[in-house]
């Protein structure tokens, strides 16, 4: 398990953002707290919903992890053992990819071998620990990336090939037109060490504008 993010660390982000980008700032008035102090996260269940969202709508991919949790007898918490317990065909038949039920039975192998310790990564700087889990099978640069905002909770990450973040700061910043990936990056270095932060603005910014960019 990992801690939840203190409520007074994401206060401090609040304000820190506000204060240097009068941008965000409106956006972080009108959405309020941040979401991110929450209760704490079982890790490999991160990391397998991760795998388990590529390339798909939030609603599809909420729908297959249900059916891979009901299938795996493991309601809301996906584990190793339990993805080792049934059979890939089991997984298939939940909705997921040969690739996916593949991976995540590799990721459940390496986790009860230890040759996988999620624990380990906190000894890691944020760079670092995205290069050892994009190195895994399945596990990309975003899925990293991700892993490393909500299950390590590491405050100043931010994701380029998020689809959702760079719709946000387009919106924001560039009239609903394509920012380039320089200038997204040179947008989102203002937000250290906060970007995390920024980024669950920024994805609250884009769910409040669908018309605008589907």
Known sequence: MSAAVQPQQIAEAQRHLAACDPVLAPVIERFGPCGLANRPVDRFHVLAQSIISQQLSTRAADAIRARVETAAACPGRITAEALLGIEADVLRAAGLSNAKARWLRGLAEAHRSDALSLQALDALDDEAAIRLLDALPGVGR???????????????????????????????????????????????????????????????????NVQAWT
Not at 184 to 205: D, E, F
């Open 142 to 208: 975003w899925t990293a990336e991700m892993f490393l905002m909500f299950a390590l909770h590491r405050l100043d990450v931010f994701s380029l090939g998020d689809v959702g973040l760079r719709r946000g700061v387009d919106l924001l910043y560039n009239g609903g037109r394509k920012t380039d990936a320089a200038t997204t990056l040179a947008i989102a270095a203002r937000w250290s060490p906060y970007r995390t932060v920024a980024c669950w603005y920024l994805w609250r910014h884009t769910e409040g």
